[in-house]
């Protein structure tokens, strides 16, 4: 019987064959974003391997140097998909599948071509489409941000050849002033108020410097005071909900420079006017501010939670007769029981810190009484209120709490 030859591998051989299988991998294998990173995702078809080059070393590396030199450090990364891969991308749903395999979050397809315009001067083309991911969010808010996205991104761009670092530059440029906006807005939407504000103040900067005559520059330097607003009142309502879970006042203090950017951007806003009033009241003491913002925003009609507010300072100041016609007029209207509840706190965490202040037990027992309905806390409150030797001034007052007292006592059982 014969023997097969055996077939010896060097180490070299091993090596070597290790690297192809290597190579092969990687060619394979698709990029994919790293951790912690909002991964841009670029995929341009291009005609032949000099326009790639060019594509490359020009629009790609501005691109990136671009993101890179952010105030936001380190948190864009550019991830280039090969020709082989952007050549299967020809629409949204392709586009947000490799989008999704590379764990981007932010994706420029389409092609550059070469041509010749109608003079017969060679020129370079660009057809650009964009899709990006965002956490569940509803349709609508959905349906708005593919609306900016497809009004801002620059769906086609030429330039002439012999100007072709600048048409690179000038499109590098809209490219990453249309990312960081989109960006900005899909990472907002999924509930990252950080990093979506962050975007937001870094471009404001950026932009104050540009004059720039770009349709879609000048939209976005239209449209980033608003985006700004949404960031700075998310922000807002986050500390709110804190102090609220915790009665820190730290929570109150931080919201300061929120609060100063909501005055420039709308100084006459509701929700800002609101929480401005609560600052100036528990941070500033200054009662009289805090009534000048509720004074701005008195005229909505459709919310009466400034009159809770202002009730409430004019309680602490001893008028128990204007805080009560506040009162009177919420007991008319309708009130949600958050913010019933949020006032009731409001008042019990300053009772805590100041006893003596009489008139907050009037208040908090008239809300119990007319609001409420809990005829027990409410005579509770009445009862301490006129135990207080500084209320005694109050002669109307103590009347009218008597009388609630009275009507008290005969729907409580014996």
Not at 258 to 279: E, M
Request: with cysteine; net charge positive.
């Amino acid at each position: 019987m014969k023997i097969a030859n055996v077939i010896e591998f060097s180490e070299a051989d091993v090596r070597g064959f290790g690297n192809l299988l290597r190579d092969i991998y990687i060619r394979l294998r698709l990029p994919r974003n790293r951790p912690n990173k909002v991964g841009i995702v670029i995929a341009i078809k291009t005609e032949n391997d000099d326009e790639k080059k060019k594509l490359r070393n020009n629009l790609l590396a501005e691109l990136n140097t671009y993101l890179s030199n952010s105030s936001i450090p380190q948190i864009f990364n550019v991830i280039e998909l090969e020709e082989k891969w952007a050549q299967k991308i020809n629409g949204g749903p392709s586009a947000l599948s490799y989008l999704r395999r590379v764990r981007g979050h932010f994706m420029v397809y389409g092609q550059m071509l070469k041509g010749k315009m109608k003079e017969g001067q060679a020129h370079y083309k660009f057809h650009l489409e964009g899709a990006v991911i965002h956490r569940p969010i509803k349709q609508f808010f959905s349906d708005q941000l593919s609306k900016e996205f497809t009004e801002l991104l620059p769906r086609k761009v030429a330039f002439p050849e012999d100007e072709e670092l600048l048409g690179f530059e000038f499109t590098q440029q809209w490219l990453g002033i249309v990312t960081k906006y989109i960006i900005g807005i899909a990472v907002f939407l999924s509930g990252d108020l950080d990093l979506s504000f962050n975007i937001y103040s870094q471009l404001n900067n950026e932009l104050k410097n540009i004059h720039d005559t770009v349709p879609a520059v000048v939209e976005i330097k239209r449209r980033l005071p608003r985006r700004l607003y949404e960031g700075a009142l998310g922000f807002t309502h986050k500390l709110y909900y804190q102090y609220t879970k915790t009665r820190k006042i730290g929570y109150i203090k931080q919201s300061k420079i929120y609060l100063d950017l909501l005055s420039s951007l709308a100084p006459n806003d509701y929700v800002s006017g609101l929480q401005r009033a609560i600052y100036y009241f528990l941070i500033e003491h200054n009662i009289n501010k805090a009534k000048n913002e509720l004074e701005n925003i008195k005229n909505n009609p459709f919310d009466l939670t400034w009159r809770y507010s202002m009730a409430f300072l004019l309680a602490y100041e001893g008028r128990l007769i204007d805080a009560k016609r506040h009162y009177d007029k919420i007991v008319k209207g309708y009130s949600h029981s958050r913010i019933v509840c949020d006032c009731e706190m409001f008042i019990n965490d300053i009772l805590e810190i100041e006893p003596d202040r009489c008139g907050l037990y009037f208040l908090r027992g008239y809300l119990n009484f007319k609001i409420k309905l809990d005829f027990i806390l409410a005579k509770n409150d009445f009862e301490n209120f006129l135990l207080k030797d500084k209320c005694e001034g109050n002669k109307e007052i103590m009347r009218l709490v008597n009388i609630y007292l009275d009507q008290i006592n005969q729907n409580l059982p014996n």
